[in-house]
């Protein structure tokens, strides 16, 4: 069984049970206001495991007067509605995660229609797609609509549970990821930005232009971990497990996964070109992949999207969808720095330095079994 547990004298942490991935993070701010920074998904068990968490650290849930919501995902904000009805508590959010609160469910059909349509584009088979429905269902059975009463921009700064916060907009897993940041205290509420045991998925969302081009999610994430990686902080606490202490090693070390799958990715499309679909078969066993098709073609995207931005992979966009293949232009180029994520303090090396001919067979053996991260 999950236990709460005093992070500080003041801050405790109370995991709540998620499907999947084990458990969601609430934390239970003492000072004033008395604050909840994330809620748990919109389910009994998870309401249930709540109001017993609380009572054991001497609060009720009417006693709550602060909601804080790290992200819009379900986990985090569907119980905001019912815990605001019973305690009164008022909800502080991000503009972009308010916007979502508003019309939780009409933007959850919108997400789902482009992600069907993003998998088809992608390769999947129609009978992939269809099974990926469950997943929606599931969505739309753990959320609930929520009202947000203070609408926080980038910047602003909110008082909650006897600390001043910092908002900081720090998008990548999801457009709507926001830090809390005590800073006189040195610990910052970071959600889903960074986990301590498993790298963080970035969702592929579409473009706010009707005819934009769909936003480099993972690029754009890598660009807020090195933001978040110089932060002077002592300890972050996330939306899953424990609670980061050394949160700059920890940065590094994702960066270095990335570099890892880029390279098997890279590894693959040594054969020829592939799509994204394709290639999860290649990272994935066909267990994980028919389980969590949409979430491992978000991980192929993304890594994707690193090679595209780094110059080392082309997108050939035809009738029936995009496939990706080397560079043809990258071998002209001198062999450093080809797969560059161009980003402050972090470069990816070249894989071809050190995966010569015969390294994506290397890369297809020894392919994750793991399923996706949350
Ligand atoms: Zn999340």
Redesign the pocket.
């Known amino acids: 069984m999950i236990r709460s547990l005093n992070v500080t004298h003041d801050i405790v942490q109370i995991p709540l049970p998620l499907p999947q991935i084990r458990s969601v993070n609430a934390w239970l701010l003492r000072g004033d206001p008395l604050t909840l920074v994330d809620t748990g998904p919109a389910e009994d068990r998870a309401l249930a495991t709540l109001e017993t968490e609380l009572r054991r650290a001497g609060v009720r849930l009417e006693d709550l007067e602060l909601i804080l919501i790290t992200?819009h995902?379900l986990?985090?904000s569907g119980l905001a509605a019912t815990i605001a009805a019973r305690s009164g508590a008022s909800v502080a959010a991000l503009d972009r995660v308010a916007a979502y609160g508003d019309s939780y469910q009409e933007r959850l059909e919108a997400d789902r229609g482009f992600s069907r349509a993003l998998m088809r584009h992608h390769g999947a088979p129609q009978a992939v797609i269809d099974e990926n429905e469950t997943f929606w269902e599931q969505l739309r059975a753990g959320s609930q609509p929520w009202r947000t009463d203070r609408v926080l921009a980038d910047g602003d700064s909110v008082r909650a549970g006897g600390r001043e916060l910092r908002v900081v907009a720090r998008p990548g897993?999801?457009t709507t990821d926001t830090l809390f940041v005590d800073d006189r205290g040195r610990l910052a509420f970071v959600?889903?930005h960074l986990l301590a045991s498993v790298s963080?998925n970035t969702e592929i969302y579409p473009a706010v232009e009707p005819d934009g081009t769909r936003p480099r999610a993972r690029v754009e994430y890598l660009r807020s971990l090195t933001l978040t990686a110089t932060m002077p902080l002592r300890s972050m606490l996330s939306?899953h497990g424990e609670p980061i202490r050394a949160h700059g090693d920890l940065v590094e070390r994702r960066f270095g996964e990335h570099q890892r799958r880029c390279e098997r990715v890279l590894a693959v499309l040594q054969d020829g070109p592939a799509s994204a679909y394709e290639i999860t078969a290649q990272l994935w066993s066909p267990q994980t992949v028919a389980e969590q098709p949409l979430l491992v073609i978000w991980e192929v995207l993304g890594h994707l999207d690193l090679l595209l931005d780094a110059g080392v992979v082309q997108e050939c966009v035809g009738d029936d969808g995009s496939r990706y293949g080397v560079a043809s232009f990258a071998m002209r180029q001198p062999p450093a720095n080809r797969l560059t994520a161009g980003i402050r303090g972090f470069r990816f090396q070249d894989p071809r330095n050190h995966d010569r001919p015969g390294g994506g067979r290397r890369a297809r053996a020894s392919r994750n079994r793991q399923p996706a991260s949350?």
Do not use: R
């Open positions: 992200h995902h986990d985090h897993h999801s959600g889903d963080s939306g949350p």
